[in-house]
């Protein structure tokens, strides 16, 4: 498994610079059912989208051995695509168009994965003055750009509807703190608690069985 720092990472690298940056999507994560710490907002089915920069590389150690290595940057979401969602703006602004009526009723978002695109970096310092780099927005290749294959490996992760919750050993560590915080995980480690509602409907509209599309016809929509 790669070591790659993230924007939300937690190290004591520097932030990736604010920017307009190339990357390439190679992580897609179901976080599953997360709790709010907004008790204005109810608890989201969530996603988590991972980037690779191939130009902004750093030197990593890992077990004694050092390799350079692109940087990664990650966006978490609510996992809908409805109009107000901010999954469904960002992939909009991404492919260059709408969805079609038909592709809001069934998109796969895995074929996210390996495209390329541009990350817009934005800087926002925290109150305690920790200075973080987030994903503002997401577009397509702009024309004369070369396409990138990912550095590392490319990792989807699909929560179960039911039964045993497996995390992989290539999920990063950080990544399934996250997914174990989850309300199918909790449920999961006792099964006798009370169920939470389902959430069936959500993760259809994200992860469905991919249906047939015109995308293939037109070589200017990424995905």
Known sequence: MSLIASAKGGTDYDP?????????????YDLGTQPS?????SDAHKVLLTFELPHER??????????????????????SIG????????????????F????????DISVLAGVNNQINIVHKVSGKGTTYANITSIS??????????PENPICIY???????????PEVPEWIAKKIMA?????EFLNPTAPKASDRTDQQNQAFPTPAPTSVEADEEVPF
Request: hydrophobic share 35%; glycine share 6%.
């Open 58 to 79: 750093m030197d990593f150690e890992k077990d004694g051995v050092t390799t350079n290595q692109p940087r990664v940057s990650s966006k978490e979401y609510t996992l």
């Open 158 to 168: 699909m929560m179960p509807d039911e039964g045993n919750i497996v995390i992989p």
């Open 182 to 186: 989850s309300t199918e995980y909790m």
């Open 100 to 107: 079609t009526k038909e592709e809001k009723e069934s998109f």
């Open 140 to 149: 397509p290749l702009s024309k004369g750009m070369t396409k990138v294959a």
């Open 37 to 41: 710490n907004n008790p204005a907002f």
């Open 83 to 98: 109009d107000k969602a901010n999954l469904k703006r960002d992939l909009v602004s991404w492919r260059g168009r709408e």
């Open 16 to 28: 990736i610079p604010a920017a307009m940056h190339q990357s390439v999507c190679f992580g897609i």
